[in-house]
């Protein structure tokens, strides 16, 4: 038997990819509301891998931390990947602060995506909330992208109040296509809003595409996500043509930190994207 | 001494008012219940098949969800009805209803209420009527609260 | 059940057993075996059989440990101390990588190569066995690699025993690891003391063992030497101080999650994470960026972590998803019993007891699933519900298993 040298080293391959950060470099910063910006991001050196609508980049600051962020923008732009980010945390208050020209630490993309081949044939209602809109509009550019290849298309979004509306410039754009139906809501009204005030499972409820032919994606808070998907239920939407986007505490993103789990999923590798089947009933259980 | 569950029903303030042939064909559907605090009268999304007359203590309607803290939407007291969703398809409760301290209450088998309610219409629209003012009373207040009327970013 | 006893092949003396570890050092194994150290029987380096804890035993029950010294020359005759192989395999602390920032502000990131390793482990038990195959489906076959623990797992030499004294908190014989060392070890001792020998009988479970074993000095294992093997192993079942029914008990946990047990485990816990640092299987993890005092290198780490913390489950921007006690223990308890079948294919849980003994407060796992067992709710009814029920029944006391009363289902 030959001793091996004990002090060999062995090259972490394939999975010190997924746990090491590339840099990348800032190109754009839009803000959008008061306390969130959209940062375009491309890789320093190399091409920025294929993502699906719906995964997670991890993005980091130096020494300072990572946090997953949705890819939010549209996946058939190639190089250039959008994130937009609300300032909450210490990590992320600092990437909502960056500039042009600006590095970044990337590692992803992570997680499942929407299925929107799902959908094919049928109806898509797509119901955001807040900043929920974010992760769903890969996903929104992915359909529009195909668009003969559905039927009906909605858009149900709805938020706090009219400043939080999210990509209002587009939402307009699409509000204007013949091809996609958009509905919005705010909890409360400001002076001079003409739309309409509710929240968005009542939206729902006065859906009108046919229960048996569509497939639903949502994203949001929680409790909106519950009462939405109940309400897509009543309407008699089988639950595993319901698909929400869940958050919980990513580290990892490989499904080896155990942080994120949600029952006997991990959010990072089984989810985000998760049919309203597996997780209706977790998602009801107190601190689970 | 322990008063039977269908005479306190005849003394709650919900029933008070009503037909004693409305208060008659309740009565059978009753049963008491005390609560410890922190018990679990409703859980949100289960079938809804029974509503509680609160007669001592107070129970708190709640949502919670792992993206926020608890929050305690309203609570309800001795003299308050808890819980309609039994009335309403899908007949599902739509939060939680927990007891904040101990709690007494009446138990109405709503299910068969419901079904005696839609067999005869005289007893189905006595009911029906007494509880549409306190569900609009609920939503009176909670578009008040809405306004956020103490907040301070109004002019 | 036990896992199978495999017969031995072979019977080494104490010189025998001295030129095993001689052999295996002169193959390049380093070797990892138990030694006596602040008050536990702990695993460390060794040089030789006069490292090994030679008279020594341990009590255990819930929330306590000690150590006994007996007057023989026993090698092995204690159950488990606090740390398991997770410790040589599964490091608390490891670097993943560096990242420096030069004057243009680039940054370059290196990934922290992972030394191969050559460890012997000596006088692993059945439920260290069972671990390590628990470990070696979550970090080499889930759903990425763990290339620390692919790097120290790649060559670890294997040196398992047969449980002679099982200590108050073991329960193998219930989650089917032991107490005989079940597969995955390269050798098999059995330690063989009585009328004035000391012998070890060895079965070999793999080629390379096989192998080593035929350069030993030996003789070849006789009936009686497998009569004495079995005995040894049938003695050990009928000493298992406790036992857990894992029949059916992820769908138990499943519809019990709001049983009003874990409100009562919860009063006694105290999140102290103990029983996550000595479980064999936890592998749960942290990372923690750090940076020098120029701020132009940063560093990431990755530390033992566990579901105990209230960090844990920390939401972005928000707080812990699991804030109460109840809610973490049931995380932990649900998971290892329950998810973790339906993530990985066994349980979580191979009955070292570990958790029982070094619980501060003695919270006894056994006892907890017992109890859910047997006030759960069938699984349609949810048990606030039942406890209603059972509540208007009984006047407003629901009894426990334990025959402690309880409020009718409180949260």
């Known amino acids: 038997m030959t001793t091996a040298d004990p002090a060999a080293a062995v090259a972490a391959a394939g999975t010190a990819e997924d746990l090491v950060p590339r840099s990348w470099r800032v190109l754009a910063v839009t803000p959008e509301l008061v306390d969130t910006v959209t940062v375009d991001l491309a890789p320093v050196r190399g091409p920025a891998p294929p993502y699906l609508p719906g995964q997670v980049n991890m993005l980091s600051l130096f020494g300072l931390g990572e946090v997953p962020i949705s890819v939010s923008g549209d996946p058939a732009v190639p190089g250039v990947r959008r994130h937009t980010i609300r300032a909450a945390g210490a990590v992320s208050t600092g990437l909502a602060r960056v500039r042009p020209g600006d590095t970044v630490g990337v590692r992803g993309p992570f997680g499942t995506g929407w299925d929107v081949a799902a959908a094919t044939g049928r109806d898509v209602v797509v119901v955001a909330g807040g900043l929920g809109l974010a992760p769903l509009r890969p996903a929104i550019y992915a359909v529009l992208a195909r668009r003969a290849e559905f039927d009906r298309m909605v858009l149900l979004y709805g938020s706090r109040t009219p400043a939080d509306l999210l990509y209002s410039d587009e939402l307009h754009a699409w509000r204007a296509r013949f091809d996609l139906e958009v509905k919005v809501t705010v909890d409360r009204a400001s002076a001079g809003w003409a739309g309409e005030v509710g929240v968005v499972p009542g939206l729902v409820r006065r859906l009108g595409v046919d229960p048996g032919n569509a497939v639903a994606y949502l994203c949001g808070p929680e409790v909106m996500m519950r009462f939405a998907a109940d309400a897509l239920t009543d309407l008699g939407l089988p639950a595993g043509r319901i698909q929400v986007s869940l958050e919980r505490n990513m580290k990892c993103m490989v499904g080896l930190c155990g942080h994120c789990v949600l029952g006997p999923y991990y959010i990072c590798t089984d989810g985000p994207v998760l049919p309203w089947s597996a997780v209706g009933d977790l998602m009801r259980v107190r601190e689970l | 001494m322990t008063v039977s569950p269908a005479a306190e029903l005849a003394a709650h303030p919900f029933f008070v008012d009503l037909a004693d042939e409305v208060v008659a064909a309740v009565a059978p559907l009753v049963s008491r219940l005390d609560a410890d605090p922190g018990q679990v009268l409703g859980r949100e999304g289960e079938p809804a098949g029974v509503f509680y007359a609160l007669t001592a203590g107070r129970v708190a309607l709640e949502v919670h969800a792992a993206d926020r803290p608890p929050a305690l939407l309203e609570t309800l007291q001795a003299g308050d009805v808890v819980g309609w969703s039994w009335l309403v398809p899908p007949y599902r409760w739509h939060f939680d209803a927990v007891a904040v301290g101990p709690v007494s209450a009446i138990r109405v088998d709503g299910a068969r209420l419901r079904a005696e309610m839609d067999a005869d219409p005289v007893l189905g629209y006595a009911l029906a009527a007494r509880f549409i003012p306190v569900i609009v009373d609920r939503l009176q207040a909670t578009r008040l609260r809405l306004l956020d009327l103490y907040g301070h970013d109004h002019r | ?411």
Not at chain 3, 335 to 351: D, E, P, Y
């Open chain 3, 1 to 411: 059940m036990s896992a199978a006893v495999a017969d031995p092949s072979a019977v080494l003396d104490r010189a025998g057993l001295g030129a095993l570890f001689d052999r295996l050092r002169a193959d390049g194994y380093e070797l990892i075996g138990p030694t006596v150290r602040d008050g536990v029987i702990a695993f460390g380096p060794i040089e030789g059989v006069s490292d090994l804890p030679a008279g020594w035993g341990d009590e255990q029950s819930p929330g306590r440990y000690r150590l006994v010294h007996r007057d023989d020359e026993e090698l092995f005759g204690y159950a488990v101390g606090p740390q398991s192989p997770k410790t040589e395999l599964f490091p608390a602390s490891r670097r993943l990588w560096s990242a420096d920032r030069d004057s243009t502000g680039e940054v370059r990131y290196a990934a922290e190569p992972v030394a191969a390793q050559r460890l012997a482990l000596i006088g692993v038990r059945g439920c260290e066995l069972a671990a390590i195959a628990v470990q070696d489906r979550v970090l080499l076959r889930g759903h990425t690699q763990d290339t620390t623990y692919q790097a120290r797992r790649a060559d670890v030499f294997l040196v398992g025993v047969n449980c002679a004294r099982p200590a108050g908190t073991c329960f193998c014989v219930s989650m089917g690891t032991g107490p005989a060392a079940g597969p995955g070890y390269d050798l098999a001792l059995t330690e063989l003391l009585d009328g004035g020998r000391h012998e070890f009988a060895v079965a070999a479970g793999t080629d390379r063992g096989e192998a080593l074993l035929a350069r030993l000095p030996q003789r070849p294992a006789t009936d009686p030497d497998r009569s004495a093997v079995a005995e040894v192993v049938r003695t050990a079942v009928g000493r298992m101080g406790r036992e857990l029914d894992p029949a059916g008990l992820p769908d138990l946990l499943a519809a019990n999650l709001d049983h009003p047990r874990w409100d009562d485990v919860a009063s006694r816990c105290l999140t102290c994470a103990n029983c996550t640092m000595a479980c064999p299987t936890c592998f749960c993890s942290t990372v923690e960026d750090v940076t020098d005092l120029t701020g132009d290198h940063a560093e990431r780490w990755q530390h033992w972590d566990s579901c105990f913390t209230l960090d844990f489950s920390h939401l972005h921007g928000g707080g812990p998803v699991r804030s109460s006690t109840p809610s973490r223990y049931r995380q932990w308890m649900t998971h290892k019993l329950g998810t973790w079948v339906s993530q990985f294919g066994t349980s979580g849980c191979v009955g070292c007891g570990r958790c029982i003994a070094w619980c501060p407060v003695g919270i006894d796992i056994t006892e907890e699933a017992a109890a859910i067992r047997a006030t759960a709710a069938p699984p349609d009814e949810p048990a606030s519900r039942l406890a209603d029920m059972l509540g208007e029944v009984l006047g407003g006391d629901v009894v426990d298993g334990t025959g402690n009363c309880q409020g009718g289902g409180s949260r």
